[in-house]
């Protein structure tokens, strides 16, 4: 009974060790509000959350994130709190965990995951083995790109025919990386036969097809959070 209990209230949080963006010399990672949106409403809501990266360690924080026009309620939180800022500088290395622990799975985005977890093949067998154990797999932003190489156990992309979203090419567009990122999030979707949704660009869209659960970008992690610990509850 107790082993069932912590399984059901441990949630698994994967974040990006990529910090190049594209050849620009400038830095990326993970979105600063990607990340600590969902992670205190998650611990608010009683989960135990358990933080993962494929290098293990400290992830890359995309400096723009921190910057004061990107600051929310929840940064500012993360900001003030050394205990969590500790945690994040210590994530499991992705390799050594085991999807049976945890009661579902969070991809915070930003634009790193488009370099090293798309095509992470830990990353792609965890989500896999999060779907079979009928599990929830929630992604927001540039994260949804870590599905596009999953399929299920016909071979199938687990995101053909599903509704899903991220971050289109609009938004791409209007940060001016369009041709810096290594393809277009949107794109890819379609071309593996998603059911693409999009809301307006920068504002909260987030839509829940079966296990997946998928937000547009930064505005839209409260969203998919939300939905995930309702679909938990």
Excluded at 30 to 46: N, S, T, V
Aim: hydrophobic residues 40%; glycine residues 6%; contains cysteine.
């Amino acid at each position: 009974m107790n082993a069932t209990k912590r399984q059901n209230t441990q949630v698994l949080m994967v974040l990006t060790s990529h910090d190049k963006l594209g050849n620009t010399g400038e830095k990326t990672g993970f979105w600063l509000e990607e990340f600590a949106a969902p992670y205190y409403q998650l611990i608010d809501a009683g989960f135990t959350v358990t933080l993962a990266s494929p290098l293990g360690g400290q992830p890359p924080l995309d400096p723009k994130s921190a910057e004061a026009d990107f600051q929310t309620d929840a940064t500012r939180r993360f900001e003030s709190d050394e205990q969590s800022q500790q945690v994040l500088a210590t994530t499991t290395k992705l390799n050594l965990i085991d999807a049976n622990e945890y009661a579902a799975v969070f991809y915070p985005g930003g634009h790193g995951p488009l370099w090293d977890l798309t095509d992470n093949q830990d990353s792609i067998n965890l989500i896999s083995a999060f779907i079979e154990q009928n599990k929830p797999v929630a992604v927001v932003c540039h994260a949804t790109a870590v599905l596009l190489k999953v399929k299920d156990s016909n071979g199938t992309a687990i995101v053909k025919g599903k509704k899903i979203a991220g971050f289109t090419n609009s938004e791409e567009d209007a940060v001016q990386l369009t041709n810096i990122v290594p393809f277009l999030l949107e794109d890819e979707l379609i071309k593996q036969g998603a059911d693409y949704h999009k809301g307006q660009d920068w504002a909260p869209f987030a839509v829940e097809d079966g296990l997946i659960i998928s937000g547009q970008n930064p505005a839209s992690s409260s969203e998919v959070a939300n939905r995930l610990i309702n679909k938990l509850a």
